[in-house]
Every structure is written in structure tokens, then in C-alpha cells.
């Protein structure tokens, strides 16, 4: 059932772009979401710097490098993930899964076993066990969450619908 929400005042388009991860070394994360996760890279790569990025991120001499990557399963104008390193990057501690906040990217794929050896293999973590429940009136979900080698949370997903 498709529940439509008026929204008063706005008269225009509108479709989700992208999420954005800041990385310590964007090149090897975006790799890892490449090799892992069938992304692939959307041209060109950023460089990006100057007033008018510190004005609109709010971060004092921001600059800046990364690119996008098209998510599987979305074709040439899906969303993407946007992977950029700051020159100046201000270091977290790790998220936990129930932390305010986003809290994770989500993929589903035919085998959650072979995907989360994948992501230990190339230099993630599992966070959590691979997990079995049924969902009312959806199906049988499998699913574990684990770590991107930075840390970030990403759940893997499959669901059994019949």
C-alpha cells in the first residue's frame, strides 16, 4: 500500500541523491565497496575545495577528494555512495549499531555467508552472527551486520519471500 503525504508549499522535483562516507584513505574504501559490494565508480573523481565548500558544509577551509560510486541493483542513475576524504578529517569513535544516527548501508545479496567471508577477506569485520528470523508478512530474513575496513556498520542482507 502506497501512502502519499501531501507537502505543503513545495511544487517541484525530488529523489534521494546519495549518502555520503568520509574516509580516512577514500581510495581504498571505495575500492573495498567495489570489490565487495559490486560498485562501481561513476566519473569523474572530485577535487573540490575553496570558499564557496567551506560556506556550504559549514567546515572552515574545507577541501577535499573522493568520488561516487552507482550502487548494484540501480542502474547509471541510481543513487550512490559518495566516498570523499577531507584534508582535514576529524576522527570518531566507532559507531555502535543502536548509537543515535544513521546507523548503517544496507545490501541485499543471494548469500549472506559467501558476502560476509568477502568483507573479512578484504579487511572488514563481522560486528554481529548471521541470524535466521522470520518477519511477519515478508518472509524468512537472514542477515549479519559487519565493519568496512574504516569501521563504517553495513548490514547484509537476503530475504526468502515464498
Known amino acids: 500500500m502506497l501512502i502519499r503525504v501531501p507537502v ?22 571505495a575500492q573495498f565497496y567495489v570489490d565487495v559490494f559490486e560498485c562501481r565508480v ?21 577541501s577535499l577528494a573522493g568520488v561516487h560510486l552507482l550502487l548494484p541493483g540501480h542502474g547509471d542513475a541510481g543513487p550512490t555512495l559518495e566516498v570523499f576524504g577531507y584534508g582535514d578529517t576529524v576522527e570518531r569513535a566507532p559507531g555502535k549499531a543502536n548509537r543515535q544516527g544513521y546507523g548503517h548501508l544496507a545490501f541485499e545479496v543471494e548469500d549472506v555467508q559467501a558476502v560476509a567471508e568477502k568483507v573479512v577477506a578484504h579487511g572488514g569485520s ?11 508478512g515478508v518472509g524468512m530474513l537472514t542477515f549479519v551486520y559487519v565493519r568496512d575496513p574504516e569501521g563504517n556498520i553495513v548490514e547484509i542482507q537476503s530475504w526468502d519471500r515464498g
Open 8 to 29: 505543503r508549499g513545495y511544487a517541484g522535483f525530488m529523489r534521494y541523491a546519495h549518502t555520503n562516507v568520509v574516509a580516512k584513505d577514500w581510495r581504498g574504501l
Open 42 to 62: 561513476k566519473p569523474p573523481e572530485r577535487e573540490q575545495s575553496g570558499e564557496w565548500l567551506a560556506r556550504g558544509t559549514g567546515v572552515p577551509n574545507a
Open 126 to 136: 563481522l560486528e554481529g552472527a548471521i541470524t535466521r528470523h522470520p518477519v511477519d
